[in-house]
């Protein structure tokens, strides 16, 4: 059975870091692309950054790309999301998904933010 866990959110100030993990169970993890996204109340969801283990590319939004940086190591099942300088604006509950990469791209998976049940990692950033 399919399962995600995300942890590592918490509460920084601006400017701070977080990485935020995404751990994987349940499936052959090598052969999905994985994807973090968000969503702040009273907001869209967005596709934050999506990574393809398989051609290695990845994808970024613009309101996140040089300060967010995705990685994952595919033998721990674990996907990364290292946050730097972060902004108000990042405050948000950050959720992790996957899709088989012979169904999608990394900006096509990003682009169209999947629901999710889960609880998520919250990440506040505020003085």
């Known amino acids: 059975q399919l399962r995600l866990v995300e942890s590592g959110g918490d509460l920084v100030q601006p400017g701070g870091s977080l990485r935020l993990s995404c751990a994987a169970s349940?499936?052959?993890?090598?052969?999905?692309?994985v994807g973090w996204f968000r969503q702040a109340p009273g907001q869209e969801r967005e596709g934050i950054s999506c990574?393809?283990?398989?051609?290695?590319?990845?994808y970024y939004a613009d309101s996140v790309k040089g300060r967010f940086t995705i990685s994952r190591d595919n033998a721990k099942h674990t996907v990364y999301l290292q946050m730097n300088n972060l902004k108000p604006e990042d405050t948000a509950v950050y959720y992790c998904?996957?899709?088989?990469?012979?169904?999608?791209?990394?900006?096509?998976?990003?682009?169209?933010?999947?629901?999710?049940r889960r609880q998520g990692t919250q990440v506040t950033v505020s003085q």
């Open positions: 990574i393809n283990s398989i051609n290695g590319s990845t």
């Open positions: 998904a996957v899709q088989y990469f012979g169904l999608t791209s990394v900006q096509d998976m990003c682009l169209n933010p999947p629901l999710s």
């Open positions: 349940g499936f052959t993890f090598d052969y999905y692309i």
